[in-house]
């Protein structure tokens, strides 16, 4: 099952499985009794997929340690652990021996054992990440690429046309400035006529 379509309602018990996503809410699925409910987009939610767990080493994702739990089970029956938290220890050591103790509490591994075995219950195993089965659908024939970078080469061909046409503005601008350089040398010439008018009174 892909792991991104399993999620944790906080204040709510189980797993629940994602149905349909919305804008405003989310249509859920108890893993628990497989009700069905309507969950808005300010509840918390964590997504088994971005949960991790502490290691003496390298933080493990929760999708491997769940798998390795699986896979140490194999088809045998889940041990009765619940509310025995020594037993409980005891189990997750066998199968994860580096978890650190310091950073993993019992109540964190009470939690997992309990995930574990709703899944177990759902036949969910082996648990996948989304993002694998994308890299593969995604990948396109080279073919496709090399057609798309036609056009772009025609379309370039038109560009030196515009620098042409942008070249006349300039002598648009020059017999403009030529017309009102003549309408200025008219005004001075009037101006010069005025005070003959006045020697004739």
């Not at 997750?92 to 580096?98: A, F, H, K, S, T």
Request: proline fraction near 5%; aromatic fraction near 4%; hydrophobic fraction near 40%.
């Amino acid at each position: 099952m892909i792991i991104q379509e399993i999620i944790a309602i906080a204040g709510k018990p189980g797993l629940f499985r994602i149905v349909v996503t919305n804008r405003n809410n989310l249509i859920v699925e108890s893993m628990l009794d497989k009700k069905r409910l309507s969950i808005p987009g300010t509840s918390r939610i964590s997504s088994l997929a971005d949960i991790t767990m502490f290691t003496t080493g390298e933080d493990l994702l929760l999708m491997e340690v769940l798998n390795r739990m699986n896979e140490h089970l194999d088809k045998k029956d889940m041990p009765e652990v619940k509310g025995d938290a020594a037993a409980t220890k005891s189990f997750v050591d066998e199968v994860i021996p580096e978890l650190d103790h310091e950073r993993v509490y019992n109540s964190d591994l009470k939690k997992l054992v309990q995930w574990f075995s709703i899944l177990k219950t759902n036949d969910c195993f082996p648990l996948e990440s989304q993002k694998e089965e994308e890299d593969v659908k995604d990948e396109s024939p080279a073919e496709e690429i090399v057609s798309d970078e036609k056009e772009p080469k025609a379309k370039a061909k038109k560009a030196p046309a515009k620098k042409a046409a942008a070249k006349k503005a300039p002598a648009k601008k020059a017999a403009a400035k030529k017309v009102t350089a003549t309408k200025a040398t008219a005004k001075k010439t009037t101006a010069k006529k005025s005070p003959a008018s006045k020697g004739k009174k």
